[in-house]
Structures are given as C-alpha cells and as structure tokens.
C-alpha cells in the first residue's frame, strides 16, 4: 500500500482523479476497453468532480456500483443509484453503467450484476474507507471468507450513525439496517485499487488499517494492505493521527 499525501481535500481529489485515471487509459491502451467499481459516498465528493474532467475515452469504460441500500426508493437523497447517476453517469460517456438496483428484487440483482461483474477483470476499483474501518458495506466483524461476489448484509450502529452524520437521512432511525454490498474478497480481485479517504472524521479509521498489527476483519480495510497494488490517498486531516514513521513506511 502506497499512501499520498495532500493538504486539502479538493487537491486529494484531483491527485486520486489522476491515478484513476491514467490506470483506465492504460488498460484502454492494451486492451481496448476498461472496467471499474466506483463507491460513493460524501468522501468521494472531490474525487468525482476531479474524475469527470479527466481526459479519457468514457465510451470504452465500463463502471460497476458498489453497493446499496435494500428496500430504499431510488429517488431517496441517499440513493447511491441516484449519486452515481448524478455525480458520475450523467458527465460521461460510458460504455455501460451496472447499477445495484435493488428494486428488482436482491436474489434478482444479485444474480445479474454478478454475471455482468464476472465477464472480465476488473481494472480499477475506486474503494473508500468507512467511519468504522469498514470497506464497502462489509462492517466489522468483516466476513473475508465470502466468494460470492455480493452479498446482504446487516449495517452496524456506527456505519448508519456515519450515514447519519452526512446528512443523508432525517434521523438515525431512518438510516436502513441492511444493505447489498460487494464482498471483500470480490473487492480484493481488483487489478488496482485507488482508496480516496479525505476528512477529519476519518482520521481514527486511516490510523487503525495502517497501524493495526495484523490484517483483522474488526478492522475490514486493513485488508487491503495485503493488495499488491493500492493507492491511498490522504489530506491533512484524515492523516492527522498517524506518526511520523507511520507516514516513513507508507508515503
């Protein structure tokens, strides 16, 4: 894991947006085509905004949802179908857009996106870190051991509280309890994966997955150090807690 540095977060985006960006046009060079996971999320902001300005053919660029809410209308403000169709889809010119639309029912979308998913590698995967250290929406105790390619799963208070917190929902007990994510080990399978974790409120999670002693699913983005290629992507004030030496090993 290689870990950049920058003072704000709007610069974060643009560097992350960079990265991402050279991995697709590299792929399209060599095979003509490229495919990605994007996540979503207030923490994605600046990387998207940065990420639709870059110079790439989108028309050979196949993109593929993270993950999502069950049972949540898709014209819900916390809709990540709806973020993504807002943020990203709408900018671009893509090739194809694979969308967990749950409203087709779980077994249904799961059936399908993961056919879709399993067609070919994926190149890049642009993967965030939770609040609670969680990776997509794999909250601790993180199941590692899953080989499906989705799966459901139950929200824990701290990720919902996160959800919360950005301003998503009108009360905590609105926030849903389950949702449809992509597994770990699905994840892992990404050629590359790009990580932009910008803000203060993600500070105790960026310190726990580079400091942890060992790779632990109470920690599920402590996972991805075991990657041969991930890219972080830091500001100043989600690595406000790591020491010096922590910053030596990874920057």
Same mark, same amino acid.
């Given at each position: 894991m290689k870990v950049i540095l920058s003072n704000t977060a709007k610069e974060l985006g643009c560097k992350a947006a960079s990265k991402i960006a050279a991995l697709l046009n590299d792929a399209i060079a060599r095979q003509g085509s490229a495919r990605m996971i994007l996540s979503t999320g207030a923490?994605?902001?600046?990387?998207?905004? /940065?990420?639709?300005? $870059?110079?790439?053919?989108?028309?050979? %660029?196949e993109m593929f949802h993270l993950d999502e809410y069950v049972d949540l209308p898709a014209g819900h403000p916390a809709s990540f179908v709806k973020y993504l169709?807002?943020?990203?889809?709408?900018?671009?010119?893509?090739?194809?857009?694979?969308?967990?639309?749950?409203?087709?029912?779980?077994?249904?979308?799961?059936?399908?996106?993961? /056919?879709?998913?399993? $067609?070919?590698?994926?190149?890049?995967? %642009?993967?965030?870190?939770g609040e609670n250290a969680h990776i997509a929406f794999n909250d601790p105790p993180a199941d590692f051991g899953c080989t499906a390619c989705y799966k459901l799963v139950q929200l824990d208070d701290a990720c919902r509280r996160q959800q919360f917190g950005e301003g998503w929902f009108p009360?905590?007990?609105?926030v849903p309890t389950e949702a449809l994510s992509m597994t770990v080990s699905r994840i892992m399978q990404c050629q590359h994966i790009v990580s932009a974790v910008p803000y203060s409120v993600k500070a105790k999670a960026v310190h726990d997955v580079l400091t942890a002693p060992e790779i632990t699913n109470m920690v599920p983005s402590t996972i991805m150090r075991m990657h041969p290629d991930v890219t972080l992507f830091l500001d100043a004030d989600s690595a406000a807690m790591l020491d010096k030496s922590t910053k030596k090993k990874f920057c």
């Open positions: 923490s994605q902001f600046t990387t998207l905004e /940065a990420l639709v300005q $870059e110079d790439v053919d989108w028309s050979k %660029v169709k807002e943020r990203f889809v709408s900018k671009v010119n893509l090739k194809a857009a694979h969308f967990v639309d749950t409203s087709i029912g779980v077994d249904a979308i799961v059936e399908k996106i993961s /056919a879709e998913l399993n $067609e070919a590698p994926i190149d890049v995967g %642009v993967i965030g870190i009360s905590f007990d609105d």
